[in-house]
């Protein structure tokens, strides 16, 4: 459903977000190693989401990537997929027509509506520091 870019980069920002719970900044390779992505495909993604101040990066020594814990339960998911996916899966057709609407459906229209309508209801109420802290006591995991 979502891009690899949009699934890599929700990765990292979750992993970031823990390891900035637990008060450590992290580096472009060991996030890579964790969320099993390749460096440069994360290190573009880092500096998007570095752009659009969902993350933060620190250069030199101590340098990497944090999230203040006062931000974590600002950022919603949908801010994540809105900066590496924009906003077609939050509007677009599921078929990917351009002039899909209530007015001229596509054959999936009224089908994926409410599907759409609760995937972004879920990515507007879901907060960065819920899926850490779901990281940090166990009952989550990015890696198998």
Excluded: W
């Amino acid at each position: 459903m979502f891009s690899k870019t949009c699934e890599y980069g929700i990765r990292a920002t979750i992993f970031i977000a823990f390891q900035s719970y637990q008060g450590n900044r992290i580096g472009l390779k060991e996030i890579a190693k964790k969320i099993d992505s390749p460096e440069a495909f994360t290190a573009k993604i880092l500096q998007i989401l570095s752009r659009d101040n969902i993350i933060n990066s620190i250069r030199g020594v101590g340098g990497g990537f944090e999230i203040p814990k006062e931000n974590m339960k600002g950022i919603k998911l949908a801010q994540i997929v809105s900066s590496l996916d924009g906003d077609c899966i939050l509007t677009g057709c599921l078929l990917g027509l351009s002039n899909c609407s209530e007015d001229h459906p596509c054959p999936m229209h009224d089908k994926f509506i409410s599907i759409r309508n609760d995937l972004v209801y879920m990515l507007e109420n879901t907060n960065l520091e819920e899926l850490a802290l779901g990281i940090k006591t166990g009952d989550t995991f990015l890696k198998y």
